[in-house]
């Protein structure tokens, strides 16, 4: 799938998405494959999301994954 957004926006919605998912923006996170996620057609939230579980982040049990 191909995201209809540059590189710099499509991080800066996975930023964002952190920080409301977690309260931590990409700047917190050790580096992760952002440009590898992005040229997969991972979504904002995906990346997002993929970030956050590799890292430990503790979901709360209903969350739903997008």
């Known amino acids: ?4 957004m540059t590189f710099t926006e499509w991080f800066r919605e996975v930023d964002e998405d952190m920080l409301r998912i ?3 923006g990409t700047e917190k ?3 992760r494959r952002w440009q590898d996620w992005y040229e997969d057609g991972y979504s904002p939230l ?3 999301e ?3 579980m590799n890292t430990g982040f503790p979901f709360e049990e209903n969350y739903y994954l997008g």
């Open 46 to 48: 995906q990346a997002a």
């Open 1 to 4: 799938m191909r995201i209809d």
């Open 22 to 24: 977690a309260g931590v």
């Open 29 to 31: 996170v050790a580096y």
């Open 50 to 52: 993929t970030a956050l």
